[in-house]
Each structure stands twice: as C-alpha cells, then as structure tokens.
C-alpha cells in the first residue's frame, strides 16, 4: 500500500520544515518588532483562511470571527495566568473557583480554546446556517457581540470590561507558525477532498447541490465548525501575544479587518489570504514612515497621524483597480507552476503554503 | 500569462510606491540641527547624542479627542525643557488607532526601531496595559498620562503614571458628595463596556456607602452599553427613585446625551463623573443641559495656584488658546516627571532612571509628585462644575484627607 509521495508534497514538507526552522532560528536572530509583526501576520493568516473557508469555499457569509476568536483568547488567558495574578487582577469580584487555580500549560490551553470556539461555533452554526445571505450575515453578527456581551456580564470569570493583563508568554514565533502550517495544511486537505467539492457545490448551486445528494445543512456545519476551531486558536495566540485581552478588543472591527485582507487576496485562494494578510500587517507598520515628520522639497512637513489609514486606503484602491478578484483570484500556489517558472529566467517568485 | 503579467504591475506598483514614501528623507521633530544617528544607545552608562523620548498615543480612532490634547500638553512641557544632561531631547510619536493591539506594536517599534530611553503615554488605560507588558519586558521606564485603572501599573516594575488612581478618584468624588453636597441617596449609571466606567464606578459605591455609613445609600445600579443614545429608561427609573446624585462616570459622547434627556425628563439630581469628562466637547455637544454638572479632574487652573501651575497655564494659553485640562495636563507632567528622573539618574540606563523616578519628588503643575509603592502619581483631585458654560473650580479632595 506504501506509495511515494509526490514531488509537490515532498517540496510542501520541506517547506514546512524550513519555515519552522526559521522560526526558530528567528525568535533569537530577530527583533522583538519583527517578531511581533510577523506573529501577527500569522495570526492574520489563520484568520483569512478561515474566513476563506467559510465564504470563498462554502459560500456562506458569516462575521462571527470576533467572538470565536474570543472565545480562544479568553479560555488560553485564563488557563495560563497564574493563580496570584487571577486573584490580584480581579477587582470587581474574587475569581470564580473554577478558574483561580487553574495554571494550565499552553498546548492543552490553546487546544482547548480552538474546541470551545468550535463548539460555540457549532452553537451559533446549528441554527443560523439554515438561513441565507444577507440573514445569515446578521444573526452570524449578532451571535458575535452576544458573546463580547457575555464576558462584559460574567466578571466572576472574565473580570468584565477590566479585562485580564500580565498573561505569560509562553508562545513565540514557533508556535504561531506551526499553527499557521496546520491551519493552512488542514483547510486546504479539506478543500480539496471529496467535502471540500462538495462544498464548493454548496457555494455554486445549492439546489443542485442537494440534487446530487449533498447534505447542505451537515456539510455547511461541518465547514463552520472547523474554521471556528482554528478562529479559537488565533485568538489564543493572539490573547499570547499581547499579554492582556479585553472584551472591546474583539468588537466588529476585527472581523472586518480580516474581510478587507481576505478580500485583498482573492476570496477563494488560501494563497492570496496569505499574500493579503502579510501586506495588511508588514505594510501598516512599513507605513508609519508616512506619518513622521519630514522634508518634501525643503519644505518641513509635520507629522500627520492617521495619514497611514489614508495611505492604506489608497493602496488598496489601487490594487483593487488591478485585480478585481483580488490579489490571486481562485489560483491557488502550486509548485509545479514555481518550477516552470524557473525554465525561464527573469521571473520573480512569492512565498506561500502549497 | 496574462493574470501573472497583471500581478506584476501590481507589485511593481507597491515596489514604486514604497520606494517613493522611502525616499524622502527623515527629519527629527524637533527644532535641532540634524544629528547622527546614537551608536552608543545600547550601552547604558553612554550618554547618546540625541535621547529620545517615545510618545504612544491615541491620536486616531475613537481615542483621538484624548490623544489630541495629550500630544499637545507633552508639546509644550517639550519647548519648556528641550534638554537634558546637556543634550537635546527628540520626541518620536507614535500613533495606536486607539486599538490594543497597535499599542503593543507602537510600543515594540519604540523600543526596537528608534531605541527610545522612555515612553510617555498612553492616555487610555487598556492601551497601556497592552504597552507596558511589551515595555517591562524591553525594560523601558513608562510614564501612563491620564490612565486611572489601577492595573496599569500593578506588578510591574518599569510602569509609572502621572495621574492618580479610579481608588482615589472615586473616594474623592464620593467625599465631595457626601460631605460637600450633603447627599445622602446615589445611583450609578455606568458604561459597562468599558473598564474605566465600571472600575470607578466600583470605588465610587464602596466610598459612598462608608461616608454616608448607609448599606442602601445605593439605590440602583442603571448600566448600558458603550454607543447607545437612548437613556430614557434608565432616566425614568433614575427619576422615581429620586437620588441625590446619579454618578455616570462615562465617556463624553455617551455623557453629553445622558444629561441632555436628563434634563427633558426634568431629573433635578446633581449628575457627578470622572476626569473622561475633561474635554471641551462634552459643554459643545450637551449646551445649556450641562449646566450643573460637576466631575473630578487631574486638573483645573484655579484648583493649584503654585508658581509652576500659573507658568504652566500661561505657557498653555500663550500656545494654543484654550485652557489646560486633564489630559494635556498629564501629557506635560509625564514628559517632566520622566525628564527630571533622567536628570537625577545621570544616565539613560533604565535601572537608574527606574531608581529615580522611585524617589520622585518633584513640582509639576499639579503641586509636589510623589509615587506611591505601586508607582502611582499621589495627587489632588479638583472638582469642577459646569456654571453658564465655563469650568468652575468647586473643591479639592487632597490626598489623606
């Protein structure tokens, strides 16, 4: 039954492996800075893709991305601060038994932050994925602010708009890339398996799609629910990276920050989600240059805060200009076109997942 | 071929573009001849050529009115004293778009790209929170501005704030009360998405109820949510239960609406908040229904009268025409609570200025500064009304009263 594994796969392997390699290398060769950009590149990048497995591939347009991701933030936040600083940060009421003295490590924390995401996830998609378009859009919406509501209302746990600060650091870039590996890996064996077809059935055509026996309402749950695991693990991540969550930090602008980078890489290609969100985080710190004080043409230019937005806003206009259907459309990254791009020279190549 | 070709205009289009944004060549912000870049910033006991001071603040998103006028008090303490240990002092803005998440990218920036020595800022306290878990681990001394929540600074050893605590503030609020108003009844009426309403709000009901020595001195608790307009069901509950005072300690906009329906419902309750009031569009927006409305602030010209506090409020005039308030009063004592830490110290090793500023004493314009153990600014609290649209001084709670 042993078969040899094809040379994309192999080279996908070997991808992997490096960009690992260079993670680690990277967390003591590089800046805290550029850590700290590229891990929120990661972070990004499981969310787009989960975005894009949920809209791009399945066709179903939902904006519950704040809430599950923090969901995630706020399970890894609790499991991992330790007990003191649980009771020293709690002002408003004492910790609730169930988690002053949990101190968690951080692999089971964030698994389990990606699963109570997934079953949230499945909570908001059992009933609301019976709807369509513009409706799913609002209850998907609503179910996401009742979750930032929730924690708002639960002090005892989640200390309310207080919020939890000093979470250990337990992650680094390692951790965010393999989880980027994962997620990127994962979706795209889903999508292209018999369910990742189907799915995209779903999207096409949802009439003909039942018609050829695709079960919509378990493969659209299905496709939901496994975004919302990876959604819960960003969040986790992310919750890691910052040191402190907040209920505000997941309010709808996140959700439409990760649309604007999915939309910018093309909705239905991991590959562009990839490419977009590395634009969207390396480009607005690149940009900051835009808003210092300078010299045009000897005359002195103040700084103008808020001219990165402009700037930003701008290039996206650009870009949309150019490529309609975003930056790669529906083409996905793929080795064997890398190759035959090397038969001829002058051609210049863009890194991303297989 | 074709879509691969389009790609590369594209790419050709963001190689130009940030070619273009990279090509013009930097200048410091200050007035200084232009300096070259300090080598020696690593090593502490080396003084740079230029020490450079961070500023992390919100000066877009919905932060901006704040962030505003605390770049603009940490301006002018800048002109004051653009020197220190004989060089001149460079500020490097950077902006947060109010987001937590920035703030830590913003603080990260300061600390790797332009190898600040201190950071001032920021104004709200969830971004600082955000900014000094990525500075202690830098180990950069901060100065929070008008950031209350006492977890700002909590257990952590490089974070400092030029401002007092929502503890104090909310005891002092509730001794104004008590003790100057005569009231006897209260009900609160809090933002409860946003930690500064709930926090102060807290401190505000343990206080009352200890000065008034009455459990149910409390009558209600009215919340909502950060955005809503309409208040007319928490205000008709408000107006039956007829309280002394309702304290809403809220962010200005919410404010602004709150006393407007109030005074349509016909509330005759003295309506009390927190130092998020000190910004001129609260009276802009609410008018004539401001009118008796009284908060606690970090500051108001005529609640200090020191040498430093007068010279302050000239110098601010001088320069923007408008009087200072809490948060450029807190830009300007931040930026020279950290500037006299790094005179004392006699170097930019943050181990030393972090020694310094513990042993603070200095005369801001709110009166001498200490810190407390916790490294909290001990400070006066004023209290301010609102009388035919101008900020009158009423009373000042001083510390240990």
């Known amino acids: 039954m042993f078969r040899l594994p094809t040379r994309s796969t192999m080279l996908s392997w070997g991808l992997a492996a490096v960009l690992l390699l260079l993670a680690y290398i990277g967390e003591s060769a590089l800046d805290d800075y550029v850590i700290r950009i590229l891990n929120m590149w990661g972070i990004y990048v499981i969310l787009v893709t989960s975005f894009d497995l949920v809209y791009g591939i399945t066709g179903q347009f939902s904006l519950a991305h704040a809430g599950l991701a923090a969901i995630g933030a706020y399970t890894v936040s609790l499991l991992t601060l330790p007990p003191d600083a649980k009771l020293m940060s709690f002002l408003l009421q004492a910790p609730h038994p169930l988690i002053s003295n949990a101190q968690w490590p951080l692999l089971p924390a964030l698994l389990l932050g990606g699963v109570l995401a997934a079953l949230v996830g499945f909570m908001i998609g059992a009933p609301a994925l019976r709807l369509h378009g513009d409706y799913l859009l609002i209850v998907t919406f609503g179910f996401s602010e009742i979750i930032r509501l929730f924690l708002i209302n639960i002090p005892s746990i989640t200390n309310g708009a207080m919020g939890l600060k000093g979470v250990p650091y337990l992650s680094g870039l390692r951790w965010t890339v393999a989880a980027v590996i994962l997620a990127v890996f994962l979706t795209n064996r889903l999508i292209t398996s018999s369910y990742g077809r189907a799915l995209k059935c779903v999207r096409e055509d949802e009439i003909a799609a039942e018609a050829v026996g695709v079960n919509l309402y378990r493969h659209k749950t299905l496709a939901f629910v496994f975004s919302s695991f990876f959604v819960g693990i960003a969040g986790g991540l992310f919750a890691e990276i910052l040191g402190t969550v907040d209920p505000n930090t997941f309010r709808p602008a996140l959700t439409y920050a990760v649309i604007t980078m999915a939309i910018l890489g093309g909705l239905k290609s991991l590959t562009g989600g990839v490419i977009a969100a590395g634009i969207y985080t390396v480009m607005s710190e690149l940009l900051r240059t835009v808003e210092a004080p300078r010299m045009i043409f000897s005359y002195n230019f103040p700084g103008l805060p808020g001219l990165r937005q402009l700037a930003f806003a701008v290039m996206l206009l650009v870009l949309i200009l150019f490529a309609q259907r975003g930056l790669m459309g529906s083409n996905e990254f793929s080795w064997d076109w890398l190759l035959s791009r090397f038969k001829r020279p002058g051609t210049k190549k863009e890194g991303g997942e297989a | ?401």
């Open chain 2, 1 to 401: 071929m074709k879509k691969s070709m389009s790609l590369f205009h594209v790419l050709s289009i963001l190689l130009a573009l940030s070619l273009l944004l990279s090509a013009c060549a930097q200048t410091p912000t200050t007035e200084q001849p232009q300096v070259e870049e300090p080598t020696a910033a690593a090593i502490p006991d080396v003084i740079p050529d230029v020490i450079k001071i961070g500023v992390n603040e919100t000066m877009t998103g919905w932060g901006a009115a704040y962030g505003d006028m605390t770049w603009k008090g940490i301006q002018l303490a800048h002109d004051t004293k653009p020197t220190v240990l004989g060089k001149p002092v460079e500020l490097v803005l950077v902006d947060n778009k109010s987001e937590k998440s920035e703030a830590a990218l913003a603080a990260q920036r300061l600390v790797e790209v332009d190898k600040v020595v201190g950071v001032v800022g920021v104004n709200s306290s969830s971004m600082s929170m955000a900014q000094n878990e990525v500075l202690e681990k830098a180990k950069i001394p901060s100065m929070a501005t008008a950031a209350t929540n006492p977890l700002v600074t909590q257990g952590k050893l490089y974070a400092f704030r030029a401002a007092f605590i929502d503890p104090f503030q909310g005891q002092a609020a509730a001794k104004f009360a008590v003790e100057e108003l005569g009231a006897k009844t209260a009900v609160l009426l809090v933002d409860i998405a946003l930690d500064y309403p709930v926090g102060l709000a807290n401190y505000f009901r343990s206080n009352f109820i200890a000065y008034t020595g009455d459990e149910k001195s409390i009558l209600s608790y009215q919340s909502f949510q950060t955005g809503d307009r309409d208040f007319t069901a928490q205000l008709t509950q408000i107006k039956s239960l007829n309280p002394d005072i309702v304290f809403a300690p809220n962010e200005y906009a919410e404010l602004a609406a709150i006393l407007q329906q109030a005074k349509q419902l016909g509330i005759t309750a003295t309506f009390l908040a927190g130092d998020s009031a000190d910004v001129p569009e609260l009276v802009q927006i609410a008018g004539e229904n401001a009118e008796g409305f009284m908060y606690t602030a970090q500051f108001h010209p005529d609640a200090f009268t020191h040498p430093e506090a007068a010279a302050f409020v000239e110098a601010f005039r001088a320069k923007y025409n408008i009087d200072p308030e809490t948060f450029s009063v807190t830009g300007f004592d931040g930026y020279m609570l950290l500037l006299d830490a790094i005179e004392r110290a006699g170097s930019v090793d943050p181990e030393k200025i972090r020694e310094a500023l513990l042993q603070t004493k200095f005369t801001g314009a709110r009166g001498v500064t200490v810190f407390d153990e916790n490294h909290n600014g001990i400070l006066a609290v004023p209290v301010i009304e609102i009388k035919d649209g101008k900020k009158v001084f009423r009373y000042l709670v001083s510390p240990g009263d």
